[in-house]
């Protein structure tokens, strides 16, 4: 079991940053790939960025890509992501999640453990 608890959330004029924060409690963080995803109301959950285990490896979405940097210290047990130029279609819940599997994907449905949510709302 992993519990994943999310931070860094709030409310930002576009064009500016935000760095959230998942720290994982439970089992060692290292054993699991991470992932963040969005939820803007109304539509559905999407992949923004994932990471592997050692965190050599990024995956981005093409909407974030150039802008946001995920990075993790599993010395700390904490996934980050590292939002810049935001812009108003970045306003979302951010939820971070890991998952057991050995390759990092972009499908909410391969998630096992997801933390509660953080809210990012851009102003223009």
């Known amino acids: 079991q992993v519990q994943l608890v999310e931070s860094g959330g709030g409310l930002v004029q576009a064009g500016g940053s935000l760095r959230l924060s998942c720290a994982a409690s439970?089992?060692?963080?290292?054993?699991?790939?991470g992932g963040w995803f969005r939820q803007a109301p109304g539509k559905e959950r999407e992949f923004v960025a994932g990471?592997?285990?050692?965190?050599?490896?990024?995956y981005y979405a093409d909407s974030v890509k150039g802008r946001f940097t995920v990075s993790r210290d599993n010395a700390k047990n904490t996934v980050y992501l590292q939002m810049n130029s935001l812009k108003p279609e970045d306003t979302a819940v951010y939820y971070c999640a890991a998952n057991a599997a050995y390759l990092v994907s972009r499908r909410s449905v391969e998630y096992d453990y997801w933390g509660q949510g953080t809210q990012v709302t851009v102003s223009s």
């Open positions: 439970g089992r060692t963080f290292s054993s699991y790939v």
């Open positions: 990471i592997s285990r050692s965190g050599g490896t990024t």
